[in-house]
C-alpha cells in the first residue's frame, strides 16, 4: 500500500480540538504526530502516504499530508501516547507524522480532486477517522496536484513540499527544520546580516528594495549528528545562504560548508565575494532617490 485517506469530519465529536493551532505549530516545528484510528479495513503500513481529507459542514477536500510511522497497534484511549480521535473499543491505530496541514478553509476541494484523481473514490472515504487505500496508479496524480494548489509562500525552493516526492527520496534530503525556524532565522540575520555568508550577494543591493531581508537561511550541522539533547545555537549553527550558494550546499548528502563553497567559487575563477556595506547600500538608496524611482 503507497497511499491511504485519512478521512476527517470536524463536526462529528470534537475529533481535533485545537487543529488551528496545530497548523501554526507545524510550521515552526515541522511535524505533528497523532495517533489515527484505522477502522477494520486497511491496515496501512510505516512509510504509508497519508493524505488528510475534510468532510462535514465546514467543506470537503484534501487538507494535509502526512506519513505513517507505526504498524497498526490496539490502544485504550488513556495508553495512547498522543490525542486521539474518536475510536471504537477494540480499533486499531496509526501514529502518523502529519508534515503539512492547511488552514479550515484552504482545502484542495472534492471537484479538483475528482477531476484529476478520478479513481480515488473521494466522498467514499470514512467521515469520522478511518483510513481507505488509494489505488497505487493515483498517488502520483495526487502528488502532483498537492504541489500546485499549495500556497507559494509555503515553499522553500531547496526543501521538497512535502508529500510531493516519494518517502524515500525525501528521507535523501538534507534540509531540516531548523531552517524554517522563524526565531532562530531572525537571530541568524540578526548577527550575521542578510548577504550571503559564502558569495556575498545581496538581495537588495541586486534587487533594490523588493530584495530587503531576503536571504535563506543555512543550518551548518549535518542532520546526522543531531542528538536527542541538541539545541540550536542560531548564531553559530545558522548563516545566511543566497539561493544558488545554498542549493549547492546541498547538492552533497553532507552539506558543503561555507568555506569548501567559497574555495569553489575562486577555484572557478570567481573572485572571492565580499559583504556589501552599509554605505553601499545607502550610496544605492541615495542614487535612487536622485533618480527619483521611489
Ligand atoms: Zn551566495
Ligand atoms: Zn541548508
Redesign the pocket.
Known amino acids: 500500500m503507497v497511499a491511504v485517506l485519512l478521512g476527517w469530519n470536524p463536526g462529528v465529536g470534537d475529533t481535533w480540538p485545537g487543529y488551528s493551532r496545530v497548523v501554526d505549530e507545524l510550521a515552526t516545528a515541522g511535524v505533528h504526530r497523532r495517533a489515527w484510528p484505522v477502522g477494520t479495513g486497511a491496515r496501512p503500513t510505516p512509510g504509508t502516504d497519508a493524505w488528510l481529507v475534510l468532510h462535514g459542514k465546514t467543506g470537503s477536500g484534501l487538507i494535509g499530508h502526512g506519513v505513517v510511522v507505526s504498524a497498526p497497534y490496539l490502544a485504550a484511549g488513556p495508553d495512547l501516547p498522543y490525542p486521539p480521535l474518536s475510536q471504537l473499543p477494540g480499533e486499531a491505530c496509526v501514529d502518523v507524522d502529519f508534515d503539512m496541514l492547511l488552514p479550515l478553509g484552504d482545502q484542495i476541494p472534492v471537484d479538483i480532486l475528482a477531476a484529476r484523481a478520478p479513481l480515488t473514490d473521494w466522498a467514499a472515504a470514512p467521515v469520522a477517522g478511518g483510513c481507505q487505500p488509494v489505488p497505487e496508479e493515483q498517488s502520483r496524480a495526487i502528488r502532483e496536484l498537492w504541489a500546485e494548489c499549495l500556497p507559494a509562500d509555503e515553499i522553500d525552493p531547496?526543501l521538497p513540499v512535502p508529500g510531493t516526492l516519494p518517502q524515500d527520496a525525501m528521507i535523501r534530503v538534507g534540509?531540516n527544520r531548523y531552517?524554517r525556524n522563524p526565531y532562530a532565522r531572525r537571530v541568524c540575520l540578526a548577527h550575521h546580516g542578510t548577504s550571503c555568508a559564502a558569495c556575498g550577494f545581496s538581495f537588495e543591493a541586486a534587487y533594490g528594495p523588493e530584495g530587503e531581508g531576503f536571504i535563506q537561511v543555512?543550518?551548518l550541522v549535518p542532520a546526522a549528528q543531531l542528538g536527542p539533547g541538541y539545541e540550536l545555537d542560531p548564531v553559530g549553527d545558522l548563516v545566511p545562504l543566497c539561493s544558488n550558494c545554498?542549493a549547492m550546499?546541498?547538492r552533497r548528502r553532507i552539506?558543503y560548508t561555507v568555506a569548501e563553497l567559497r574555495a569553489m567559487r575562486s577555484r572557478a575563477g570567481y573572485i572571492s565575494g565580499s559583504v556589501v556595506t552599509q554605505q553601499e547600500l545607502d550610496a544605492q538608496a541615495d542614487a535612487r532617490r536622485i533618480l527619483g524611482s521611489t
Request: proline share 11%.
Open positions: 531547496v534540509v531552517e543555512h543550518h545554498h550546499a546541498h552539506p
